[in-house]
């Protein structure tokens, strides 16, 4: 019997690729999930870059619920940015800016805030925040009617990435026992020996058949 050819061999090699990298990106979602429990004052950072999961629908449409939303501290903020901030709880929250200093536009504050724009409009020390001075920040989801007011201090982080897809996927590790599922069928694929598709051995070895006793 003639051994398989080489796509079997090409199919095994993309069988293991792609449950590898199904694994590796499980551990990877598993240990974020775990940081995003743990502690929710401080974000985890994948590459300097702060992640979250939207927890609830105020951000919708633009993050619904389980949406996985990537931010940077990036200054200046702006009204209009979507950014983590602490609430009162010191628990992080997605919002958008609304106002800054009880301005709706031609306004911006760095965190720790350190400029505002002056009175002609360009970026700038202000006469305000040459004094200690930290502006009062309004904050309201998208789908939400709920206005929150915090000290810029209190921002953390402006949103440079939302995906809903992304949040999805993610999000299927949530389940303990789900996360274990994938993890240990992506790793018994990577390990399986695959000799089936290596072709069966020959019942008989070719030395056996031409052995002593044929003569």
Known sequence: MSRPGGCMKIAEII???????????????????????????????????????????????TASEGTLILL?????????????????????????????????SDVSVDVPYEAMVNALGTPGMSMESVMPYDPDVVLRGDNSDREVTVKADRIMAKAVFISGIMGMLTSMYWNTAWAFLIIAASAVICLWPFRYMQGREPKYKEQDIDGPWME
Not at 27 to 45: F, G, H, K
Not at 77 to 101: E, F, H, M, Q, W
């Open 15 to 61: 069988i293991r690729v792609c449950a590898g990298i199904v694994l590796v990106v499980s551990i990877v979602a598993v240990a974020l999930i775990a940081m995003l429990r743990s502690q929710r004052d401080v974000l985890p950072q994948i590459g300097g870059h702060y992640v979250e999961l939207a927890e609830n629908s105020d951000m919708a449409p």
């Open 72 to 104: 940077k501290e990036s200054n200046p903020y702006v009204p209009g940015d979507i950014v983590a901030y602490l609430n009162d709880r010191n628990k992080a929250a997605i919002s958008r800016i609304i106002s800054i200093d009880h301005k709706t």
